[in-house]
């Protein structure tokens, strides 16, 4: 396909280095696109209020305009000039969890640019913890609109080089801050409903939110002709390039994996059973969820023609990360 985004060259900065923060904090005022680390995922961050900043990230990604981004903060001064509505409740889960890896959505403040919020009366606030996401937010002084630093529908980034391998080209800045840690997107929960609701589940486990706000609903059970409440919601989402299948057992995955092997297939596995032929990832949802991205971007460069998962347990603890494997198996 011919290229239309325009080139520009992509500089890479390792954070430890004097000059990287101020420079990013300048680009970001410059209406530019950084892509910066937080605990979760890779973003790829723009001026919040500057609506043309915000258009170019969708631009580099490819995204389509009705999928809402996510607003960073660092401060309450920041928060109450992006949301019109601060919820007793809302109080309550960021004494909690902020900074950290929990989303909220609330009624927006009218300086917010429709962008933002794909048009609607919405918009997504989180407050992370990652200490470089907080001074780069702190520094440029304004709030950071930031999806993952990826091109649309594909693989969120955990590590530099896997945003550089998507986005080289097309955003000014990269900050190399290393690996992040919780490795899935942030949990997001909407406090705009009649009742708090998951849009999509993450490193902020359900049973935490219900310590602080009794039984939550979730996306699934707001009645089907009901606005879809997350328009980026799309089922196909953070998949490799590589064809997905999930099986639910290892013993699935062997069989499948000897069928293709008998065709003459290069098959790559990911599972959490022992087995030879297999990337063999931590059977605790936490240490897997980490790694989950580096060993799909991984398994996506090694030429395979296919990808077999073994999916974990059906079991909450495991809600985010089958969330992210379904998604990713959905097909094109
Ligand atoms: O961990 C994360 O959340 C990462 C890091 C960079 O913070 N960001 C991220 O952004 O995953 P993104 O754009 O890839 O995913 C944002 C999700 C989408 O599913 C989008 O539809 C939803 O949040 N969202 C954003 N604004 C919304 C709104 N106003 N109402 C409902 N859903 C919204
Ligand atoms: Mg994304």
Known sequence: MPEEHPQRPTVVLPVDSAEALPTAAALLRAGKLVAFPTETVYGLGANALDAQAVASIFRAKGRPNHNPVILHIAGQEQLF???????PLAQELASRFWPGPLTLVLTKNERVPAN???????VAVRWPSHPVAQELI???????????ANRSSELSPTRAEHVVRSLAGRID?????????????STVLSLAHDRPTLLRPGPITVAELEEVCG?????GDLPANAPLP??????????????????NSAEDVRNR????????HRVGVL???????????????????????????????GAYEHLLIELPPDTPAWLAVRDRLKRAGTPA
Do not use: K, N
């Not at 000039?81 to 919820?87: E, F, H, K, L």
């Not at 702190?138 to 993952?148: H, I």
């Not at 994996?257 to 003459?264: A, D, F, L, N, S």
């Open 81 to 87: 000039s992006v949301v019109a509505v601060w919820p």
């Open 116 to 122: 933002v919020t794909g048009g609607g009366p919405t």
């Open 138 to 148: 702190r520094l440029s002084g304004v709030p950071v609109a930031a999806p993952s």
């Open 173 to 185: 800045l990269v900050l190399d801050g290393g690996p992040t840690t919780a490795g899935i997107e």
């Open 215 to 219: 039984i939550i609903q979730h996306v």
């Open 230 to 247: 997350a328009p980026g919601l799309l089922a196909r989402h953070y998949a490799p390039r590589t064809p997905v299948e999930l099986c």
């Open 257 to 264: 994996w000897r069928e293709m092997q008998q065709r003459g």
């Open 271 to 301: 599972a959490i059973s022992p087995m030879a032929e297999a990337f063999v990832l931590p059977a605790d949802p936490v240490a897997y969820a980490t790694q989950l991205y580096d060993r799909l971007h991984q398994l996506d460069a």
